[in-house]
Each structure stands twice: as C-alpha cells, then as structure tokens.
C-alpha cells in the first residue's frame, strides 16, 4: 500500500530549529520527485520544496531558501527537512508529496503535479 507519513513536527522558539521526516511505504523514494509543502490557517498550500531522483537536485522557495534544506535517505526510505532559523511564519501544517515530474533551480514546484500525499504534521513557531 502506498503511503506517505510525515513526523517531526512541534512547538518551537523562533530561531530554533526542526528535521521532519516524511517515511515513504509501497514505493522507493529515490524514483520520485518528492515534495514539500505546507499550508497555514486561511492561506492557501505554498510549495516549499522538492527532491529529485537520482541527480538530487532540489529546489526551495525563496521565503525559506538558505534556512531550509532537504535530503533524502534511500536505505531508510524517508525524506527529511532540516528546517533552521525558524520565524513564526513558518507555522503551517506540513505535508510531504509523491509526484512532480521534474525538481530543479527555478522550476516551479506545482501541487497539482503531486498525486499522493501525506496526512501533514504541524509546525508551530511561537515564543
């Protein structure tokens, strides 16, 4: 069965700092592009990030490039975000996605290109 299962999410001061893990299940991570996104009370999803296959090549958006980074483990079948410098606009449910036909520098990261998705983890950045 494919699945998608985001963790690692919780309460933390400005400035610190989370990993999430998005564990895949019923496929390989290293043969999709993986993305993450997230989605804030009364905003609409913004991508964050995303993962290629086997280049690796990754793309952010500009709101956490040089804060964010994303890596992937294939022996553990899980994709992790290392998010630094946390600022409370950070807050939103995260979710982690299977799809995307391509992840590079400047190519948008397109939600509806996305097919299988994550139940999200909540981040919340408050002092």
């Known amino acids: 069965q494919l699945q998608l299962a985001e963790s690692g999410g919780g309460l933390v001061q400005p400035g610190g700092s989370l990993r999430l893990s998005c564990a895949a299940s019923?496929?390989?991570?290293?043969?999709?592009?993986i993305g993450w996104f997230r989605q804030a009370p009364g905003k609409e999803r913004e991508a964050v990030s995303c993962?290629?296959?086997?280049?690796?090549?990754?793309n952010f958006a500009d709101s956490v490039k040089g804060r964010f980074s994303v890596s992937r483990d294939d022996a553990e079948n899980t994709v992790y975000l290392q998010m630094n410098m946390l600022m409370p606009e950070d807050t939103a449910v995260y979710y982690c996605?299977?799809?995307?036909?391509?992840?590079?520098?400047?190519?948008?990261?397109?939600?509806?290109?996305?097919?299988?998705w994550g139940q999200g983890t909540q981040v919340t950045v408050s002092s």
């Open positions: 996605a299977r799809g995307g036909t391509y992840c590079g520098a400047s190519v948008p990261i397109r939600a509806d290109q996305y097919r299988y």
């Open positions: 993962i290629g296959t086997s280049d690796g090549r990754t």
């Open positions: 019923g496929f390989a991570v290293g043969r999709y592009v």
